[in-house]
Every structure is written in C-alpha cells, then in structure tokens.
C-alpha cells in the first residue's frame, strides 16, 4: 500500500479484530487478520498491542495451548468506546476523501 499507516489507524483496524472474538485472540491470528487489509510486520503489531493494553483498552491473559501458554487479547469497556469513536471518525474521513479522490 503506498499510504501511509499511522497510530491510530492501527489502533482502530487492531480494536476491530480484537473485538469480532468475545473470548478475545492471540497474537498470530491478530496479525493475519490485520494483514487481511494491510501489510503489517509482528514487530510492528506488538508494540500497538503493549499500547492499547498500557491505554486500558485491551486486556491480557494466558490460556494452555498444545501445552504451552498462548497470550491472549480482548478488548475492555474502554478499548469498545475508543473503537466506536474510530469507527464513527473513520466514515466520517473516508467520506470526504472518497469524494475528493472520486474522478468526476
């Protein structure tokens, strides 16, 4: 993609994964959910998870997996209104570039 992604678009596209699991996921499975729509590193995914996890917007806990632990992910009452704030910003902002961009 030649457009840039900043924070908190990262933000906003990683609350959205998180949130489609009422149990919450791990990691991996964030970072190919996430690269469905743009291409991210897991070098660059952890740091967005520490953020939101240090911003109360997600929480953390471990679960046995094939006898190891898995750190999973989930969004918090806080992370749900953060992400409804992005969503409502992000249709309001892809509107008026849509109609910029829109060759008429």
């Known amino acids: 993609m030649v457009f840039n992604t900043g924070a908190a678009l990262l933000d ?3 609350l959205a994964v998180v949130s489609r699991e009422e149990e919450g996921t791990y990691g991996y499975k964030i970072t ?3 690269r469905k729509a743009i291409h991210i ?3 660059t995914l952890y740091p967005v998870l520490r953020r939101l996890q240090k ?3 997600l929480e953390v806990y ?3 997996y094939d006898g190891r632990n898995r750190r999973y992910y989930k969004v918090t009452e806080k992370g749900a209104v953060m992400l409804e704030l ?3 910003e992000w249709m309001s ?3 008026k570039i849509t109609e ?3 060759e008429e």
Do not use: N, T, W
């Open 12 to 14: 906003a596209i990683v």
């Open 32 to 34: 190919q959910d996430v």
């Open 41 to 43: 590193s897991e070098s």
């Open 55 to 57: 911003d109360e917007c």
């Open 62 to 64: 471990d679960r046995q």
């Open 86 to 88: 992005y969503r409502s």
């Open 93 to 95: 902002y892809s509107k």
């Open 100 to 102: 910029i961009l829109r």
